[in-house]
């Protein structure tokens, strides 16, 4: 006995192949999931459901199991067998309620299972969960293909990043041989250029001559050579920093401030600036 269907739903449903050979069933199956919103296509027979399936897959099938030639089991397994087609939710829909029916129905790949003369009711709602189910389904497949397409981005960008740390890694490198064979280089004139400010200095004070202008121009060349020096220190040790060569230590904070003060020392003459020393120097590490 066949109850009334509810009222259609507006929502978007899905595309229904009803598979069975008895005319009237399958227009009743039909007209009733048409006025629900639902696609329905029919197939009277096992041959033509399978060429439907071929060239466009349904949602969901309703198939018979009692047809002529192959039975709704033996489609049903045709199905199954072909990876275009193997997951899309079988209902059997059967007159026969024996317990190995049923078995049977869901051993070859059947989702449900109902049994005639159906309730329009029952049928529907069975649709509708057996849909919904697979819509998750295709939801959870392609939410994984995001997250494998994700990974395989990360996994390159990862491998990008490496790439790009071991060229900087390189340049750097290149940077710190470059620095260190620069500094080499220039330590040497600059102790040549105070070595021969003091020698001239010496000579100068041998004249016994007073010259003043003298005197001050061979002090600032020798402030430039003491200030060249420590910048060409600074870099050795810029480059045995990035080595992790430095031992951190406790830094000599007078020293520090007289070396600012020396190389500083025409600018203080100049602006007569006061440097403002305290008694007692906190403790620095460097």
């Given at each position: 006995m066949m109850d009334h269907p509810p009222e259609p739903d507006i929502q978007a449903k899905g595309d229904i192949l009803i598979v069975d050979d008895t005319l009237p069933n399958l227009r009743v199956l039909s007209s009733m999931l048409t006025e629900q919103g639902y696609e329905v296509r029919g197939a009277p027979n096992a041959q033509m459901a399978l060429m439907?399936?071929?060239?466009?897959?349904?949602?969901?099938?309703?198939?018979?199991?009692?047809?002529?030639?192959?039975?709704?089991?033996?489609?049903?397994?045709?199905?199954?067998a072909k990876p275009k087609s193997r997951d899309i939710p079988v209902i059997f829909i059967s007159a026969l309620d024996e317990v190995l029916d049923k078995v049977?129905?869901?051993?070859?790949?059947?989702?449900?299972?109902?049994?005639?003369?159906f309730q329009i009711a029952e049928v529907l709602v069975r649709v509708r969960n057996h849909l919904t189910i697979r819509s998750l389904q295709r939801q959870l497949q392609q939410t994984n293909v995001n997250l494998q397409q994700a990974n395989a981005d990360l996994q390159k960008a990862n491998i990008d990043l490496l790439e790009s740390n071991l060229a900087l890694q390189a340049t750097n490198q290149e940077l710190d041989a470059f620095a260190r064979t620069l500094a080499h280089d220039l330590k040497n004139p600059f102790s040549s250029i105070i070595g021969i400010t003091d020698q001239l200095k010496d000579d100068l004070a041998q004249?016994?001559?007073e010259n003043p202008a003298a005197l001050k121009l061979l002090e600032q060349i020798e402030r430039g050579g003491q200030q060249g020096e420590r910048?060409?220190?600074?870099?050795?040790?810029?480059?045995?920093?990035?080595?992790?060569?430095?031992?951190?230590?406790?830094?000599?904070?007078?020293?520090?401030?007289?070396?600012?003060?020396?190389?500083?020392?025409?600018?203080?003459?100049?602006?007569?600036?006061?440097?403002?020393?305290?008694?007692?120097?906190?403790?620095?590490?460097?």
């Open positions: 439907i399936v071929e060239a466009e897959p349904p949602d969901l099938i309703l198939l018979d199991i009692n047809m002529p030639g192959m039975n709704g089991y033996e489609l049903c397994e045709q199905i199954k049977r129905a869901f051993s070859v790949g059947g989702v449900d299972y109902i049994t005639k003369p004249l016994q001559t910048v060409v220190d600074n870099l050795l040790l810029l480059a045995w920093v990035r080595k992790g060569e430095v031992e951190v230590r406790s830094l000599d904070m007078a020293a520090i401030v007289r070396h600012v003060q020396t190389s500083l020392a025409g600018l203080i003459e100049t602006y007569q600036a006061e440097l403002i020393v305290p008694p007692q120097w906190p403790v620095a590490l460097g």
